[in-house]
């Protein structure tokens, strides 16, 4: 992931949905879009872990496979 903070512009690190800057201390929320179709992911989150669902055919994506922007 290559996501940087709007205010520094230090690299996010990935938590969840979540990019944390280190740098500053923000968290910043992301939006998961599906690798195939591109279009938002449905987040769903159960005993502490969280998947990804794409609602346009594709099933479940796994995290390592999600794309991350900022909205």
């Known amino acids: ?6 205010t520094c512009h230090e690299p996010l690190t990935l ?4 990019g944390h800057c280190a740098h ?3 968290d910043i ?3 998961a879009l599906c690798p195939e179709c591109h279009q938002p992911l449905e987040v769903l989150k159960a005993c502490g872990a969280v998947d990804f669902f ?3 055919g594709h099933g479940l994506i796994s995290k390592k496979r999600v794309e991350f ?3």
Do not use: E, R, S, W
């Not at 992931?1 to 709007?6: A, I, S």
């Not at 938590?15 to 979540?18: E, L, M, R």
């Open 54 to 56: 794409c609602q346009h």
């Open 24 to 26: 500053c201390g923000k």
């Open 15 to 18: 938590n969840g949905d979540q």
């Open 29 to 31: 929320a992301l939006q």
């Open 1 to 6: 992931m290559d996501l940087t903070c709007p």
């Open 69 to 71: 922007v900022l909205p």
